[in-house]
T-cell receptor, first 112, second 115 residues
Framework: GNSVTQMEGPVTLSEEAFLTINCTYT??????LFWYVQYPGEGLQLLLK?????DKGSNKGFEATYRKETTSFHLEKGSVQVSDSAVYFC???????????FGKGTKLTVNP | EAEVAQSPRYKITEKSQAVAFWCDPI?????LYWYRQILGQGPELLVQ????????DSQLPKDRFSAERLKGVDSTLKIQPAELGDSAMYLC?????????????FGPGTRLTVL
């Protein structure tokens, strides 16, 4: 079945550091790919998405490119801020129901 | 901006009791999802509705869980009887039509603790 694997956390960075969170997926065909973010005490918010190969999703300085050849959708940000501290989930959807299949999440802490 | 509403935000119950959670999706969204998120894990789908019809409940423990969306708008998820292993965050999400690449919008969740 479909699955998502993302890098284990937690990740701790200093403000203005470069961020990469790796995400790879297993699916037949061409799923849609998403990054969701969960701030402490809140529900999930869509950060960005890509629906076909080579698409780049971007939002709030974050970006990720849908790489079919490596089945990856790595999240990057050039300069993180303390306010980016949260748990980040990579997810895919595919098929008739379009349900989301999530990775386990990566907790990011950014220190001043 | 329209949001998905859920209540209650927190629920503490004893095992073998019944609990119910309510979700009101974004107006006009035909597809509604209930997910369960165990601490430290990603959410997993319990049930998906398209309007008032269930389209996927393959992961719903039907001996104790039930879900309904009678008028195709708001929805209720019930657990009876609750077990210790049901302690988790229950998330509701909605999307416009449930089509390829549709964005799902999540509510704040209900955190259930079973004692």
């Amino acid at each position: 079945g479909n699955s998502v694997t993302q890098m284990e956390g937690p990740v701790t960075l200093s403000e203005e550091a470069f961020l990469t969170i790796n995400c790879t997926y297993t699916a037949t065909g061409y799923p849609s790919l998403f990054w969701y973010v969960q701030y402490p005490g809140e529900g999930l918010q869509l950060l960005l998405k890509a629906t076909k190969a080579d698409d780049k999703g971007s939002n709030k300085g974050f970006e990720a490119t849908y790489r079919k050849e490596t089945t990856s959708f790595h999240l990057e940000k050039g300069s993180v801020q303390v306010s980016d501290s949260a748990v980040y989930f990579c997810a895919l959807s595919q098929g008739g129901s379009e349900k989301l299949v999530f990775g386990k999440g990566t907790k990011l802490t950014v220190n001043p | 901006e329209a949001e998905v509403a859920q209540s209650p935000r927190y629920k503490i119950t004893e095992k073998s009791q019944a609990v119910a959670f309510w979700c009101d999706p974004i107006s006009g969204h035909a597809t509604l999802y209930w997910y369960r998120q165990i601490l430290g894990q990603g959410p997993e789908l319990l049930v998906q509705f398209q309007d008032e019809s269930v389209v996927d409940d393959s992961q719903l423990p039907k001996d104790r869980f039930s879900a309904e969306r009678l008028k195709g708008v708001d929805s209720t998820l019930k657990i009876q009887p609750a077990e210790l292993g049901d302690s988790a965050m229950y998330l509701c999400a909605s999307s416009l039509a449930g089509g390829a690449g549709d964005t799902q919008y999540f509510g704040p969740g209900t955190r259930l603790t079973v004692l």
